[in-house]
């Protein structure tokens, strides 16, 4: 297990230095560079301009700058935003575990909410219940988010005045947001986890268990939902990963300074520290969801062999 | 059907559903109280809280290198200059003494000063004749604005600690309006001295003798400034100023409605019409912000034809369709609040009279590159295709280039491949010599026309150092009569500046050069 482990870390870093090296390149390929942002349309004569580049350190080749970086990475100095010398490893922090508070709490709501409404759906197979969810799941999982997130905003901020509309703050700032990413979220889980019981329930084991005259509900507990849930964690890992890297638009109908603005933003405004060190984040952060969604699935599965 | 018996499987009882929400509602909590970021900020007495939503947050920490309006209005709160910009009731702009106590000419290029006495910065110095040098020296070097801003002066002599001589490097009549731009802000010596030619890296470094001093800075979440109980000057009103920028324009709008922000800036035409309706409190005047399709003249020297690209646009349909009236079709090449103004005739909408002027200069069929940025300006976008869609049909092929901001930048000061381009030019000193000396005048850094014409330089070189105002007036309106003609720009229009608050806010001081002031703010009972 520890082997396996310390094995998986070690295949994540050289993953984890390419994909720093493409954001570099690719952020580098861009047209324009911070000191281009900074000055607008004042740009600054050719002897000021080559000074800051040398003063930012712009001036050397790109794959001296690159592996500059990753060493003074590596010792823990990540630099500081060009335009704000807010210490790099802070605004990613900060920004991280913003958009964590935000992804946990509506991952958690989709997530339960998700298994407990595809749970009805099945044993209230093709009734009224099922039909109604069903159409439910698809309706929430194709809602656009920005629609659905001004919706919210309409009714209980403007309308009803119960919660602020977007911004950071107290924990009546995380309801509008987290509730629109669990809506789209919520639709997806309880689909692939309604097919995923679905399934299971139609496999042989589980008739001949039935056959048997096994206890429903130790079928239910023993056999369905532990064999159904490879693909429910396997769907809710893939999201959280994904939410993990920051939900741009739900972060830009809130104003919510979470892991996908202050990237966009690093974009924008050419702010290289800020990008890598995002990028960076951002990966690892996937990168350990998937590592413990496969524990995960050796828990739940005997025959998957954690470093087998 | 085979999938039926799975109805069979024992159901959920009321119980769980129950459970659950007691279980995600703690596990909620939990996640938040432990992720939560320490140290609360402190609370503060609604009444004395002031919450402003502009689009866009805070760019740089430096007030020397800022060159946004958001920015620098932000900073103009925590910073002061030797003089200031106010309104006199028939909107004309003065300058009045800032922290200067008095200021005389001993000669056309050379101005004394007296500082006003007991000026502290927020670390408890004093402010001096030291820290004037200082910054004036700092200053063009790191920034852009006060490049231009400071660019006149030679020099400053400190006579003593509240004396100082400005040395011109030429006669400047509008010296004293640029030491008004908060650009010309006055910073700690000290300061200059750790960071003599980069801009500062920590917002601890934010010091001035302002109103206000520097609380925290959450990027993409909020600013905060704090009053600073040893200012000098009247004692403000709002004991904070919260800053949350919110870049959707709808979301910003709603913020205002719900009540958690005071201030909009930056409302979109169509929702002010509507926030009116529901009692808030609307501000529409224009700016000093003048939109331009630059021409370039090496490309497309032959004047008839940027007078035909002229009357081939419908500036009017622009302001009104694209823009939906929040603005006004540009009759002078600066707006006219700005020093030096003269009213002359647009481009009128000709279509035919366009053609038959490309026509003769051989101009029909031929290929121009227009290039534009997305989301600079207000709608840049749709203007640049009204653009090419009048000018095509005008019988031009017009190729559209849309570029995010910062790689158009850099296309447009360094590369030189494209025939027109869309900027803007605001003219913050609201002195004409701002407004068409760096652009008009031959060889200068933002003359990205490459648009030369001897006699309109000879008329900018003489007004800047023309002390006599009515002979200055009558320079800058030759000028301007002759640029205009020359067309080297395709002369669109001047932004309106639209902001929304809550009824019973008085005294929130909108300048056009896109600034606030809050200091004074005031809510009626």
């Known amino acids: 297990m520890l082997k396996y482990l310390v094995k998986r870390f070690f295949i994540t870093i050289p993953t984890l230095i390419l994909i720093l090296l493409l954001t570099f390149i690719l952020a580098r390929s861009l047209p324009g560079d911070p000191i281009t942002v900074m000055y607008g349309e004042l740009q600054p004569p050719p002897e000021v301009r080559e000074a800051l580049e040398r003063e930012l350190g712009l001036d050397k080749p790109i794959i001296i700058q690159f592996l500059l970086h990753i060493y003074r990475m590596m010792r823990g100095d990540w630099g500081r935003s060009i335009h704000t010398g807010i210490p790099t490893f802070e605004l990613i922090k900060e920004a991280f575990i913003s958009t964590l508070i935000l992804t946990m709490t509506s991952i958690l709501i989709a997530s339960s909410l998700g298994l407990l409404l595809s749970y009805l759906s099945i044993t209230h197979y093709n009734t009224r219940a099922d039909k109604v969810i069903r159409v439910f799941s698809i309706a929430t999982f194709s809602f656009p988010v920005f629609w659905w997130g001004f919706i919210l905003i309409l009714v209980f901020s403007v309308y009803l005045r119960l919660l602020p509309a977007g911004g950071k703050g107290g924990i009546e700032h995380l309801v509008l947001p987290s509730i629109t990413l669990a809506t789209v979220n919520l639709g997806m889980i309880t689909r692939v986890s309604r097919a995923a019981l679905l399934e299971v329930l139609m496999q042989d084991h589980v008739i001949l268990a039935k056959a048997k005259g096994l206890d429903t509900k130790a079928i239910m507990l023993k056999h369905v939902i532990r064999n159904a849930l490879i693909t429910i964690i396997t769907i809710i890992g893939l999201r959280f990963g994904v939410l993990l890297g920051g939900a741009v638009i739900t972060e830009t109908v809130f104003a919510y300074p979470g892991m996908g603005k202050v990237i966009i933003d690093s974009i924008f405004s050419r702010d290289y520290p800020i990008l890598i060190g995002g990028v960076f984040v951002a990966s690892l952060a996937i990168m350990v969801v998937n590592i413990i969604v496969d524990l995960v699935y050796a828990l739940l599965d005997p025959r998957v062999k954690v470093g087998g | ?525």
Not at chain 2, 417 to 439: E, H, K, N, P
């Open chain 2, 1 to 525: 059907m085979g999938y039926m018996w799975c109805r069979s499987m024992p159901k959920l009882s009321k119980l769980y559903f129950i459970a659950l929400a007691v279980v995600i509602l703690i596990a909620v909590g939990v996640i938040y109280i432990f992720l939560r970021p320490a140290a609360p900020i402190e609370v503060v007495p609604e009444i004395e809280v002031l919450r402003i939503s502009q689009k866009a947050d805070l760019s740089v920490i430096d007030v020397q290198v800022a060159t946004d309006a958001p920015t620098l209005t932000v900073f103009g709160h925590i910073y002061e200059t030797l003089f200031r910009l106010r309104f006199t009731e028939e909107n004309k702009p003065v300058f009045e003494p800032y922290l200067v106590e008095s200021y005389e000419y001993v000669d056309n290029i050379t101005i004394k000063f007296k500082l006003k006495e007991g000026v502290l910065f927020h670390d408890g110095k004093s402010l001096t004749s030291h820290d004037v040098k200082a910054s004036f020296e700092r200053g063009p070097r790191v920034g852009g604005l006060p490049r231009i801003l400071l660019g006149p002066i030679a020099g400053v002599e400190v006579i003593d600690n509240l004396t100082f001589v400005i040395k011109l490097k030429y006669p400047f009549a509008p010296i004293i309006a640029h030491l008004a731009h908060p650009s010309t802000a006055i910073i700690p010596a000290w300061i200059a001295e750790v960071f003599p030619d980069k801009p500062i890296n920590s917002t601890e470094y934010i010091i001035g003798t302002g109103p206000y001093k520097f609380i925290e800075f959450r990027k993409l979440e909020k600013t905060i400034l704090g009053v600073f109980d040893k200012y000098w000057g009247e004692k403000p009103t709002v004991k904070r100023i919260e800053w949350i920028p919110v870049e959707e324009d709808d979301t910003r709008i709603a913020k205002l409605e719900a009540g958690d922000i005071d201030i909009a800036t930056h409302v979109p035409p169509h929702l002010a019409g509507l926030l009116k309706g529901k009692g808030f409190n609307i501000v529409q005047i224009p700016s000093t912000r003048i939109i331009y399709i630059g021409i370039n003249n090496e490309r497309i020297p032959d004047p008839r034809v940027r007078q035909a690209l002229n009357y081939a646009i419908d500036k009017n349909a622009i302001v009104s369709e694209v823009l939906e009236g929040a603005g006004r079709v540009a009759d002078a090449p600066i707006p006219s609040v700005v020093f030096g103004y003269t009213k002359l005739t647009p481009y009128e909408y000709d279509p035919v009279k366009a053609r038959k002027m490309l026509e003769e200069a051989g101009w029909i069929g031929r290929e121009v590159l227009l290039i534009a940025p997305a989301g600079r300006y207000l709608k840049d976008r749709e203007i640049a295709e009204a653009v090419q869609m009048y000018l095509q049909a005008a019988g031009l092929k017009v190729r559209i280039e849309i570029m995010e901001w910062a790689a158009y930048i850099a296309r447009v000061t360094r590369e030189k491949d494209f025939d027109l381009y869309l900027l803007g030019w605001s003219t913050v000193t609201l002195d004409a010599d701002y407004g068409l000396f760096s652009l008009f005048r031959s060889g200068a850094p933002f003359n990205r026309m490459f648009y030369v014409n001897t006699e309109v330089d000879r008329l900018l070189d003489s007004a800047r150092s023309e002390v006599d105002r009515d002979k200055r007036l009558s320079l800058y309106k030759q000028a301007q009569e002759l640029v205009w003609s020359d067309a080297p720009w395709i002369f669109l229009h001047i932004e309106d500046i639209i902001i929304a608050m809550r009824p019973d806010l008085e005294n929130v001081e909108i300048q056009p050069i896109e600034r606030w002031i809050l200091t004074y703010v005031s809510k009626r009972e």
